[in-house]
T-cell receptor
Framework: RKEVEQDPGPFNVPEGATVAFNCTYSNSASQSFFWYRQDCRKEPKLLMSVYSSGNEDGRFTAQLNRASQYISLLIRDSKLSDSATYLCVVNMGGNNDMRFGAGTRLTVKP | DAGVTQSPTHLIKTRGQQVTLRCSPKSGHDTVSWYQQALGQGPQFIFQYYEEEERQRGNFPDRFSGHQFPNYSSELNVNALLLGDSALYLC???????????????FGDGTRLSIL
């Protein structure tokens, strides 16, 4: 089983749609979780951290389910500018040892 | 406040050669991690440096080595280059905060390495 698994997509949605991505992780001792966004041929950029109680940042909502070992990202009211690859990132231990999923590609169309 | 900087941005090498990539962390950060990202894949963890020592290592052969300097900057060295080493090499920095470290990492623009 891969350390971090994501549905690669692609997800093709119209503007204004709501889209959700899931990510599962294998190490139950993982302590922290993040979603990064990566545009084509660019570096990954932090989108948001994922907290145990769930957290929201504007149109973006992240959830963590420790019992089932998955995290999710919900994007509401999709914009054309949301088109990117979304990377699920899991900290595997106390030394900030990050593991990335392969990414989920999102395309928002007019 | 300078972010993570990497050099060079692009590099072309031939099989069997050696390469050195460089990274300066974001101001205030003391930990540097290196990743290899092949086309269409997520970044794969190579290793992490903290206090000038390799602290964690991913599943990469010994051809991949690194170094961290007292000013926290870092180098990634790859010997005996193979065609399969062609990828985007990303450096990320973070602040360990005294040993724990659950802080998100900040990435540089990467070095795109092509092996001919």
């Amino acid at each position: 089983r891969k350390e971090v698994e994501q549905d690669p997509g692609p997800f093709n949605v119209p503007e204004g749609a709501t889209v959700a991505f899931n990510c599962t992780y294998s190490n139950s001792a993982s302590q922290s979780f993040f979603w990064y966004r990566q545009d084509c041929r660019k570096e990954p950029k932090l989108l948001m951290s994922v907290y145990s109680s769930g957290n929201e940042d504007g149109r973006f909502t992240a959830q963590l389910n420790r019992a089932s070992q998955y995290i999710s990202l919900l994007i509401r009211d999709s914009k054309l500018s949301d088109s990117a690859t979304y990377l699920c990132v899991v900290n595997m231990g106390g030394n900030n040892d990050m593991r990335f999923g392969a990414g989920t590609r999102l395309t928002v169309k007019p | 406040d300078a972010g993570v900087t990497q050099s060079p941005t692009h590099l072309i090498k031939t099989r069997g050669q050696q390469v050195t990539l460089r990274c300066s962390p974001k101001s205030g950060h003391d930990t540097v991690s290196w990743y290899q990202q092949a086309l269409g894949q997520g970044p794969q963890f190579i290793f992490q440096y903290y206090e000038e020592e390799e602290r964690q290592r991913g599943n990469f052969p010994d051809r991949f080595s690194g170094h961290q300097f007292p000013n926290y900057s870092s180098e990634l060295n790859v010997n005996a280059l193979l065609l399969g080493d062609s990828a985007l090499y990303l450096c990320a920095s973070s602040f360990a905060g005294g040993g724990g470290g659950y802080q998100p990492q900040h990435f540089g623009d990467g070095t795109r390495l092509s092996i001919l």
